[in-house]
């Protein structure tokens, strides 16, 4: 087995457009470590693509359909858009993934799960990441997790065992968590988590993003964005909140909104 070490650092501009991080495409057996990474557009994002030119290397070699064992930890990490993304490159298979021991600070999305390609995410745990969003942008979310279609025929994938395990969100954004129509997203995990909204964005006129302009909204998939609530769950099963805390910056504002969606709460805390 061969393991590939990043100890990165990378600081740009947030707002120029040309800027990037760490993009992990069909590669398994990867570390990155104690990197600082600033940047205009996804810090570290992992991918798998459907495009067959992509499937081997400059050099003729096959490359993995997969992106497996990735382990990050010790890291700070600012972007204009997601600060840890899966997708929107999700054609095949993304499993046993572990992002550790990491600080994020002004970022749209802290956590940004996009399934569109017929694949499978399974087996990602965040564990000790401390989240503050706030960006240029009207949207924020903590964490958004979403099943969509790139094409209107594509093959509708699978989200399942993601877990967040004492982690702390600080966030005027809202945590989005939706399924698709035709798949519910399967064991999604908070365990021993602190989240603070700090003040409301009006979301009234939200919709839902899906990761590249260019992707539409078709009529088989849903949108739920717009929901009075800061933590909002569709066609999802086997969800669970347990030991979590929540603080709220305006006392009578709704914390969960629900749809087709099977949630067990555990000790749960709102002030």
Same mark, same amino acid.
């Given at each position: 087995?061969?393991?590939?070490?990043?100890?990165?650092?990378?600081?740009?501009?947030?707002?120029?457009?040309?800027?990037?991080?760490?993009?992990?495409?069909?590669?398994?057996?990867?570390?990155?470590?104690?990197?600082?990474?600033?940047?205009?557009?996804?810090?570290?994002?992992?991918?798998?693509?459907?495009?067959?030119?992509?499937?081997?290397?400059?050099?003729?070699?096959?490359?993995?359909?997969?992106?497996?064992?990735?382990?990050?930890?010790?890291?700070?990490?600012?972007?204009?858009?997601?600060?840890?993304?899966?997708?929107?490159?999700?054609?095949?298979?993304?499993?046993?993934?572990?992002?550790?021991? @990491?600080?994020?600070?002004?970022?749209?999305?802290?956590?940004?799960?996009?399934?569109?390609?017929?694949?499978?995410?399974?087996?990602?745990?965040?564990?000790?990441?401390?989240?503050?969003?706030?960006?240029?942008?009207?949207?924020?979310?903590?964490?958004?997790?979403?099943?969509?279609?790139?094409? @209107?025929?594509?093959?509708?994938?699978?989200?399942?065992?993601?877990?967040?395990?004492?982690?702390?969100?600080?966030?005027?954004?809202?945590?989005?968590?939706?399924?698709?129509?035709?798949?519910?997203?399967?064991?999604?995990?908070?365990?021993?988590?602190?989240?603070?909204?700090?003040?409301?964005?009006?979301?009234?006129?939200?919709?839902?993003?899906?990761?590249?302009?260019?992707?539409?909204q078709w009529e088989s998939t849903s949108d739920f964005t717009q929901q009075d609530a800061k933590i909002i769950l569709a066609n999802g099963e086997n969800i669970r909140f347990k030991h979590v805390s929540i603080q709220k910056a305006t006392p009578n504002y709704p914390?969960?909104?629900?749809?087709?969606? @099977?949630?067990?709460?555990?000790?749960?805390?709102?002030?």
């Amino acid at each position: 087995m061969v393991v590939f070490v990043y100890s990165i650092l990378k600081k740009h501009d947030p707002r120029s457009p040309n800027t990037d991080g760490i993009d992990i495409r069909n590669t398994k057996n990867i570390t990155i470590t104690n990197s600082d990474i600033r940047t205009g557009d996804d810090a570290i994002c992992l991918k798998v693509t459907s495009k067959e030119k992509l499937w081997t290397d400059s050099n003729g070699n096959p490359r993995p359909r997969v992106v497996e064992n990735v382990h990050v930890k010790n890291c700070h990490l600012e972007s204009d858009d997601a600060a840890l993304k899966l997708g929107t490159g999700s054609g095949n298979l993304t499993q046993n993934i572990l992002f550790e021991d @990491i600080t994020i600070r002004k970022t749209r999305y802290a956590v940004g799960i996009f399934m569109m390609d017929g694949g499978t995410y399974q087996n990602v745990l965040f564990k000790n990441i401390d989240v503050e969003t706030g960006s240029r942008h009207a949207q924020e979310y903590a964490v958004f997790m979403d099943i969509h279609q790139r094409k @209107i025929n594509s093959k509708v994938g699978r989200i399942e065992g993601i877990k967040f395990q004492s982690c702390a969100f600080k966030t005027k954004g809202i945590f989005y968590l939706s399924g698709h129509p035709q798949q519910n997203t399967n064991d999604i995990f908070f365990e021993n988590v602190s989240i603070v909204f700090d003040g409301n964005l009006d979301n009234s006129e939200w919709q839902k993003p899906k990761g590249n302009k260019k992707i539409k909204q078709w009529e088989s998939t849903s949108d739920f964005t717009q929901q009075d609530a800061k933590i909002i769950l569709a066609n999802g099963e086997n969800i669970r909140f347990k030991h979590v805390s929540i603080q709220k910056a305006t006392p009578n504002y709704p914390v969960f909104w629900e749809h087709n969606a @099977i949630v067990d709460t555990v000790n749960i805390q709102i002030q």
